[in-house]
């Protein structure tokens, strides 16, 4: 007997929202989304998985998805294109909610070698990596958002080991990261970061910055789901979180 993808996702939706989106909904409704794009979908069983990515905030997923199996005949079918439309427009596939399952994953960091590393052509005082990834805070980055900053009379081959060791704690610095944020942020924002607050950090760059002093400092961009329309800026020195600010 074939499944009933529509009853299920109403039974799931149902949960959701009289638990308050529980995880146990959430992951179910997760394992649903994946469940039905895998199977060769009917029209109906694609505008069910339109509702899934609505409710999970993948707006634009959901306007294209719907807009490609409907009846352009039916009113209230417009109606509601419309208002995904609207969706999709201003939130487009931005402000996800995140399978944190996936998210906890241990990221592994990748060797570095000296020869991963090469002078910025527009900066004799810029490094940038060639072309290996990184990890920061346990999430994948591309080389293309990381750079490195020099400043003071010294030569970066002395300073190779310890940016690598440096990149290697800003890795999975995960507690360090929790008690600072619920020391100097939790009184602005009425949140209490924990564990799923780390695992669905976003990094959209990373800057690490080799100081006058000899110090390491870091300069971090990131995006957390307790201010999703702000950018978390992030500083360390050392082996030390300095300071951590919302801003936009």
């Given amino acids: 007997m074939e499944k009933n993808y529509q009853k299920e996702y109403i039974d799931i939706s149902t949960e959701l929202r009289k638990s308050n989106s529980s995880k146990e909904s959430l992951y179910k409704l997760f394992d649903l ?132 060791k440096y990149i290697s704690w800003l890795g999975n610095c995960r507690n360090v990261l929790i008690k600072f944020y619920n020391s100097e942020l939790n009184e602005q924002t009425e949140e209490t970061a924990n564990e799923d607050w780390f695992d669905t950090l976003e990094i959209f760059s990373v800057r690490i910055i080799i100081g006058q002093n000899g110090k390491l400092f870091s300069e971090i961009s990131a995006g957390d789901e307790f201010m999703s329309d702000h950018i978390l800026d992030i500083e360390t020195e050392e082996q030390k979180i300095t300071q951590m600010n919302y801003d936009g």
């Fill in 33 to 164: 989304l994946y469940e039905i794009k895998k199977v060769n979908r009917t029209k109906s069983e694609n505008l069910t998985l339109s509702n899934i990515y609505t409710l999970l905030g993948f707006h634009q997923s959901a306007f294209e998805l719907y807009k490609s199996n409907i009846d352009y005949k039916d009113r209230k079918v417009t109606k509601k294109l419309y208002t995904l439309e609207q969706k999709a427009k201003s939130h487009g596939n931005n402000f996800i909610i995140k399978d944190i399952r996936k998210l906890r994953k241990k990221n592994e960091q990748i060797k570095l070698l000296r020869e991963d590393f090469k002078v910025d052509e527009n900066g004799e005082n810029k490094f940038l990596l060639k072309n290996k990834d990184i990890v920061i805070f346990n999430k994948p980055v591309k080389h293309d958002k990381f750079e490195i900053y020099m400043y003071g009379d010294y030569k970066f081959e002395d300073y190779i080991t310890k940016i690598i």
